[in-house]
């Protein structure tokens, strides 16, 4: 289970001033240029794919302070993007990100992006996220995790306005990014 240190994400968020110890995190001309010939979701992934390059593989309260509230957001995203769209709400929070989606301004930080859709769909989920919590965050068996879903239906609303709009969620992520790109790496020639 991941363990967020929701207060850092939270000052992060409020105040982008560069630190000494932030990564810097570069992107060929050459490779961005490809993705975004490619398509939207290849474009945004040249980026998640850098960022955590950066910081030594996967996000974790460690390694925070090393992102802007951009790229942490972006992570943030992506995380959310992967977990709802094989497993679902309740998938999200039993692998550890219920905390940082739900405990902290994601939602704040992703209406500044102009997805007003998406953060009301995690506001929705935050009443559900605390009245649950404590269940779907708990080690359990495989039998056990898939129970989960039968047992916590509310979720499903939740799951299927994600999935319907998934495809402009991420059209306005790759839209957000394009138009801050350096917010999120540094694009080198060659």
């Not at 550890?96 to 007003?116: C, M, S, T, Y």
């Not at 506001?123 to 129970?147: N, Q, T």
């Not at 499903?156 to 394009?178: G, I, K, N, R, T």
Request: proline fraction near 1%.
């Amino acid at each position: 289970m991941k363990i967020w240190n929701w207060q850092f994400i939270l000052l992060s968020l409020q105040s982008d001033k560069l630190h000494e110890d932030m990564k810097e995190v570069k992107i060929k001309n050459s490779v961005l240029q490809k993705a975004a010939e490619a398509g939207m979701d290849e474009f945004v992934e040249v980026f998640t794919n850098a960022i955590r390059e950066a910081i030594g593989g996967e996000l974790s309260s460690e390694n925070m302070s090393e992102l802007n509230s951009d790229q942490i957001t972006l992570l943030g995203w992506n995380a959310m993007h992967e977990e709802v769209m094989d497993g679902g709400f309740v998938q999200l929070i039993h692998n550890g990100w219920g905390a940082f989606i739900f405990r902290n301004p994601f939602d704040k930080a992703v209406r500044a992006w102009g997805l007003a859709d998406l953060c009301s769909l995690v506001r929705r989920g935050h009443k559900l996220y605390f009245k649950y919590r404590e269940e779907l965050e708990r080690e359990c068996s495989d039998d056990e995790f898939m129970a989960l879903f039968e047992k916590h239906p509310e979720f499903d609303d939740l799951d299927d306005a994600f999935v319907e709009q998934e495809e402009q969620f991420s059209s306005a992520v790759a839209h957000y990014v394009d138009g801050h790109i350096s917010n999120f790496a540094t694009i080198e020639n060659e």
